[in-house]
């Protein structure tokens, strides 16, 4: 950055016309929201907005710079930031008439926000002509009393992010005279927020919609929201997951409700959903996602799951490409991440299944995989992970075994299985090769089997390997 102590600004200072400062000033204007997909979460929270003070040390170099700054305020996209500490009301007092950002992101679960920060935030709420972003996460007490000042129209907002601090579900609600009708981005977590709120009637800019843990009696079927989405043809990120099932159950209300609402979302990459398998069946026949590139399903666990619609609406997202599969059996739930290839580290689907017996979660993982095989057919590569206490692994049965063969079976183009260390010789018992059984059955395509532990116990592998080179298709065993 420059500074009034070095001689080369000094020079350009009168070189340099007011249009080619004012580039220079463009140009400095840092990136809020990282591209890096890695990032994703951090982007889903609206970036780095610390950095809104790009422009401060600028203005009080010279004189020119900041009558300049200032007589472009809008080309630069200067904005006024209220965070923690920042003293508002002097610096209303004594700083242009600029758009405000909120931002206040408490950290600590156990801290409530100063009340002198809570009175700030207040202050600058009654602005509302003039609030463009608020970005609030805090403790319940706190976010209620904040939410209240929510009650008419800000017609400058573009981004609103509201998460509790809280271990424990609560009810939070927005006032119904809230309005936003420049909103692009609503990200809401632990909200009793209706589909069809008037907030989102009253907007069509949506380019975000993340509607998270959403409140049991503000339960809203799939036809609601086909009708609340077809009027967001902006959007591009979506994500609704409901917090529990209502009473009475969603194969109860479903066949209620006749779904006749069909939506074409043009722009959307990312689409997540948590909630029943029966729910999302429901809905995914009714959605055209022609640009998808990112599809995360979050199911409860239920004896069955049945996925045809699943599988019809992933073959036609032409950007989903699947070639790498990791699967982590966790103690409470399994987690199943595809990628493009080996090596990718945004995921292109993820699967995940709650549950706290590992035999579940193989069953279930085996059920739906079973039906998605027609997509997951195209993995070259496959890792299997578990992160629980070797204790909650149990033993082998021959109903396990055949869970497993059951697990692999759909991914019959494997050209590469890597298998972690802590559950090594119970999985390598689901490859044996029974009577009058071929080892081919079981990964016809796979060359190399790769594990990383020390050691393997026995002669986990042997027989296994030793039948598919007596069948003339050898594998190699690798230790990583």
């Not at 350009?12 to 979460?41: G, K, R, T």
């Not at 926000?113 to 609030?131: H, K, N, Q």
């Not at 990718?344 to 017996?357: G, I, K, Y």
Request: proline share 5%; charged share 20%; aromatic share 12%.
């Amino acid at each position: 950055m420059w500074s009034a102590d070095n001689r080369l600004p000094r020079i350009f200072i009168h070189i340099l016309d007011d249009d080619s400062l004012l580039n220079i000033f463009y140009f400095c204007h840092p990136v809020m929201v990282d591209e890096d997909v890695a990032n994703f979460q951090r982007n889903l929270q609206g970036g780095e907005w610390d950095r809104e003070r790009w422009w401060y040390k600028l203005a009080k170099v010279y004189r020119r710079w900041r009558c300049l700054i200032l007589a472009s305020t809008s080309y630069l996209g200067l904005n006024l930031l209220c965070t923690f500490g920042t003293p508002v009301a002097d610096m209303l007092a004594h700083s242009p008439r600029l758009p405000l950002v909120l931002d206040y992101l408490v950290k600590d679960f156990n801290t409530n926000i100063a009340a002198e920060d809570e009175e700030r935030v207040m202050l600058a709420l009654r602005l509302r002509d003039r609030v463009r972003r608020i970005r609030l996460r805090m403790s319940v007490a706190n976010l209620q009393k904040l939410i209240a000042a929510l009650d008419g129209e800000f017609p400058m907002l573009e981004f609103l992010y509201m998460v509790p601090h809280t271990q424990h579900f609560r009810r939070l609600t927005l006032p119904d005279t809230f309005r936003a009708p420049h909103l692009s981005h609503l990200i809401l977590n632990t909200f009793a927020f209706s589909i069809i709120s008037p907030l989102l009637t009253t907007t069509t800019r949506l380019v975000t919609l993340w509607l998270q843990d959403i409140y049991p009696t503000a339960y809203f079927g799939p036809n609601d929201l086909l009708q609340q989405l077809s009027l967001l043809p902006q959007l591009e990120l979506l994500r609704i997951t409901f917090h529990s099932i209502p009473q009475g159950g969603v194969e109860m209300l479903l066949p209620r409700i006749p779904i006749i609402t069909h939506v074409t979302l043009p722009n959307l990459r990312w689409f997540g959903f948590q909630g029943a398998n029966a729910y999302l069946e429901a809905l995914l026949p009714q959605m055209a996602t022609p640009l998808l590139e990112r599809l995360q399903t979050y199911f409860w666990f239920q004896p069955t799951y049945s996925v045809p619609h699943l599988l019809q609406f992933m073959g036609a997202a032409e950007n989903l490409s699947l070639g790498s599969a990791k699967f982590v059996f966790y103690a409470d739930r399994v987690t199943v991440d595809v990628f493009s290839h080996r090596g990718a580290t945004a995921h292109s689907f993820r699967l995940e299944v709650s549950c706290r017996d590992l035999d579940r979660q193989v069953a279930a993982a085996a059920q739906i995989f079973g039906g998605l095989r027609g997509i997951v057919s195209a993995v070259e590569y496959l890792f299997l992970e578990i992160r629980a206490r070797s204790t909650w692994l149990g033993t082998s049965s021959e109903a396990d075994r055949r869970n497993w063969r059951a697990l692999l079976e759909p991914f019959g183009n494997v050209k590469t299985l890597c298998v972690s260390k802590d559950f090594l010789t119970q999985f390598s018992r689901s490859l044996q090769v029974g009577d009058g059984g071929s080892p081919m059955e079981i990964l016809p395509e796979m060359k190399q089997l790769e594990y990383n532990a020390k050691r393997i116990a026995g002669d986990a592998f042997d027989s296994f390997i030793d039948a598919r080179k007596n069948a003339g298709h050898p594998v190699t065993l690798v230790r990583l």
